[in-house]
């Protein structure tokens, strides 16, 4: 069953249109780790319905929402249907039929990443100093000031995917490296907490595109926005830094049973 996440989109989409309730059981059925617990709104969570009935009770709601609302039968019925809407060899997009608590039913989505393992890394030199990539963001179309973050599907573990994204992106070996903790940029939508490192480097011969700034002056550019005339507003290195700063002050980075607890989760 592990091929069918791999499934041609409109192939897919074929099966889904015919039986899509039936098809978004299945992922809950084949992928349990990947979907996650259905929750309980009693609880004060938001709860997945999963019963056929109730799904068509509140779906079939928010479309006569839409339409008081003068949207158009054909948009209100296409953004009303429930369990795939997307999908492609990296990410599944999946509208939910959810019980919020108190007992209201509404419809909401969620981005569920189809990737082996994810990390993120500050880089760090010996002098101090962190590297930084100067990087064209596509989604916000703008030069941005971040520490190197990938997903890899080859990699065992999110340790393994640090050390090569150094590689790839610096060229350069990691001389150690330490897991500070894991962060989810937006718990709303986004199904994936990234995990976050930082890494010993050497900083001699940077590639093009690679800044080093000291750590203070960083934190002093972080709250302003900017750096050099770029934007500089990345979640993973404001978190690391942050977790930085709390070991100095005596805290510790995550333990290694925590590690080993991430690294070995699939």
Known sequence: MKNFLYFPLFSFLSLFA????????????????????????????????LDEPKVDAIRQKKYDELREQGIT?????????????AMDQDWWMI??????????????????????KSAAVLPVTEKGDVLLLLTFAHATRSWELE???????????AEEAARALVKDRLGK????????GEVNPDSSLL??????????????????????????????????????????RDPYLTYALYLLTIAAEGGSP????????YQTAP
């Open 191 to 232: 199904a994936k907490s990234m995990p976050v490192f930082v890494a010993k480097v050497d900083a001699d011969s940077l590639p093009k595109g690679v800044v080093a700034v000291p750590i203070e002056e960083l934190k002093r550019s972080l709250v302003k926005g900017s750096l050099n005339g770029n934007s500089l």
């Open 18 to 49: 015919a039986n899509g309730f039936e098809q978004y059981e299945t992922l809950f059925k084949d992928h349990p780790k990947m979907m996650g617990p259905s929750a309980s709104a009693s609880e004060g969570e938001i709860e997945i319905v």
């Open 147 to 157: 520490i190197p973050r990938a997903d890899s599907k080859v990699a065992a573990t």
């Open 73 to 85: 039968t054909y948009y209100a019925d296409k953004w009303t249907r429930v369990g795939v809407v």
């Open 95 to 116: 509208r939910e039929a959810v019980e919020l608590p108190g007992g209201r039913g509404t419809l909401l989505d969620r981005l569920i990443p189809n990737l082996v």
């Open 173 to 180: 070996e990691v001389k150690s490296i330490t897991l500070l």
């Open 254 to 261: 995550r333990s290694e049973e925590s590690h080993k607890s």
